[in-house]
């Protein structure tokens, strides 16, 4: 399957710096992705849909100013979060969807690697 | 938006027999439904999805159902093996859009 990647890993941070995500499609272009927040031992839950091209639209309840999402490529999307606290240590997954040229394509969205953030 | 419940939220079996996970969705325009397996600190993975033009879909241990009518879909795992215990989780999506995820259910298969 395509691949989509993360970085970095995990980071640990102080609280009131700003942390930034990468999440890169390494061999399809993706016109949208997702980002994604999993607290311990939760659900996956979505909080923005990224565009390439333009403005990230948010989920009820997610502060756009604080998670700022920029999709500046069709295989880029960055997640910032700002001034960062400690309830916002999370594990952050981004999904990425292939829409396949031709009608034998099969339109799937595949996972990052996830990164953890910790923030101290 | 659309509301995904899946339960159990734990659920423990012995290796051999078969386990069952439900969820049900309350948008009706929802049109796929993915089942993600997900190892601790690992990314989600897709083991089976069903779209909502088919009602059943198999593949060798692992079988979806959906039922339209009601907005339930339900994952049937056979002939569990130790491998198989993770959380797994179902969601819903319109065309491929947004996932919703239901909150999970830890499966263990005991040896």
């Known amino acids: 399957g395509a691949v989509v990647s993360q970085h970095p890993s995990w980071v640990i941070c102080k609280s009131g710096t700003s942390v930034k995500i990468e999440c890169r499609s390494l061999?399809?272009?993706?016109?949208?992705m997702f980002w994604y927040r999993q607290f311990p031992k939760q659900s996956l839950m979505l909080m923005a849909t990224s565009n390439e091209g333009s403005k990230a639209t948010y989920e009820q309840g997610v502060e756009k100013d604080k998670f700022l999402i920029n999709h500046a490529s069709l295989t880029l999307s960055t997640l910032t979060v700002t001034s960062a606290h400690p309830e916002d240590s999370s594990f952050y997954i981004c999904s990425a969807r292939q829409t396949p040229e031709g009608l034998a394509g099969v339109t799937t969205q595949y996972f990052g690697p996830g990164t953890r953030l910790t923030v101290l | 938006g659309e509301n995904v419940e899946q339960h159990p939220s734990t659920l423990s079996v012995q290796e051999g027999d078969s386990a069952v996970i439900k969820c049900t969705y309350s948008?009706?325009?929802?049109?796929?439904f993915p089942w993600y397996k997900q190892e601790l600190g690992k990314r989600p993975q897709l083991i089976i999805d069903?779209?909502?033009?088919?009602g059943e879909k198999k593949d060798q241990r692992i079988a979806v159902t959906l039922n339209k009518t009601a907005k339930h879909f339900s994952l049937h795992i056979t002939e569990t093996q130790p491998e198989d215990s993770a959380v797994y989780f179902c969601?819903?999506?319109?065309?491929?859009?947004?996932?919703?995820f239901g909150s999970g259910t830890k499966l263990n298969v005991k040896p």
């Open positions: 061999d399809f272009q993706a016109t949208t």
């Open positions: 069903i779209r909502s033009n088919v």
């Open positions: 969601a819903a999506s319109l065309n491929f859009n947004k996932f919703y």
């Open positions: 948008d009706s325009a929802s049109n796929y």
